[in-house]
């Protein structure tokens, strides 16, 4: 995992739900997540994967990942190229599903961050810097092992490398 992240907002509201991140049409795709990708948040904005640039973010209110708990929807997000996803809250099983999948999580306010924003987020400092806006926020840095997890790729690589939870 990267320490600093660059790139552009995509900005969502309130309540965003795992059949919005990964609609359930496409259900018979989970076992080709590739492919599931292509359809990253399309109920939200029917042309999000064909705007986005690898290491852009996704920003969201309140509730982020509500619903159901599947790990198909933050691996999605991660594989479309999204470098992080930042909200005021999270759906407690989406919150955990992004960290063992290898995708950081941010809670903080997006009150102040729109579309296009052009952020850089220090996961270690707990800093994000909206350079459109020339503003800084803070916000709480992961728990040790949750940055470690991020730092091998998710929870099954850091099991692989340590054999169990080292806190």
């Not at 949750?146 to 169990?164: Q, S």
Request: charged share 30%; with cysteine; glycine share 10%.
């Amino acid at each position: 995992m990267k320490d600093v992240l660059k790139g552009k907002v995509w900005k969502f509201g309130d309540d965003i739900s795992t059949d919005l991140i990964t609609p359930g049409r496409y259900f018979h795709l989970r076992s080709d997540l590739n492919e599931l990708a292509k359809h990253t948040l399309e109920d939200a904005d029917p042309d999000f994967i064909k705007k986005i640039s690898g290491g852009d973010f996704v920003v969201g209110g309140r509730n982020f990942g509500l619903g159901s708990s599947r790990e198909h929807a933050p691996t999605v997000i991660k594989i479309s190229g999204i470098s992080a996803v930042l909200a005021k809250s999270f759906a407690r099983i989406f919150y955990r599903n992004a960290i063992n999948v290898g995708l950081p999580v941010i809670i903080c306010d997006t009150d102040q961050i729109d579309t296009g924003d052009e952020l850089i987020v220090s996961l270690t400092e707990g800093k994000i810097q909206n350079v459109t806006k020339k503003k800084e926020m803070d916000f709480p840095p992961l728990p040790k092992i949750m940055a470690d997890i991020l730092n091998e790729g998710g929870l099954v690589n850091y099991i692989k490398k340590n054999g169990e939870y080292k806190i």
